[in-house]
Nanobody, 114 residues
Framework: VQLQASGGGLVQAGGSARLSCVSS????????MGWYRQAPGKQRELVAR???????DYADSVKGRFAISRDNAKKTVYLHMNGLKPEDTGVYYC?????????WGQGTQVTVSS
């Protein structure tokens, strides 16, 4: 399985960005998907996840600001990020599964300037 993430970049505080992750998984629609991030010097943490049935789950730090969605026809999961803060800076990774699996995208850098 291959996961290709894109959409990161430099964003001003308060701004928005959208990340995308395209999967090669043949039965994508039956799998959950998650977005994780890793800030410098910190452990990788779950940001948001979406189940095969559309149920979503968010880290407390992003609730009300981020939204995860999926397009099964395109085998793509999105992370819509609004109200970005400098503490949202990090490398964002997509992962195949409702719980963490061995299948990771390559990571995309998001840098929020104050």
């Amino acid at each position: 399985v291959q996961l290709q993430a894109s959409g990161g970049g430099l964003v001003q505080a308060g701004g928005s960005a959208r990340l995308s992750c395209v999967s090669s998984e043949r039965i994508f629609s039956t799998r959950g998907m998650g977005w994780y991030r890793q800030a410098p010097g910190k452990q990788r943490e779950l940001v948001a996840r979406v189940g095969s049935n559309g149920v979503t789950d968010y880290a407390d730090s992003v609730k009300g600001r981020f939204a995860i969605s999926r397009d099964n026809a395109k085998k793509t999961v999105y992370l819509h990020m609004n109200g970005l803060k400098p503490e949202d800076t990090g490398v964002y990774y997509c992962n195949l599964g409702w719980v963490m699996t061995e299948y990771w995208g390559q990571g995309t850098q998001v840098t929020v300037s104050s």
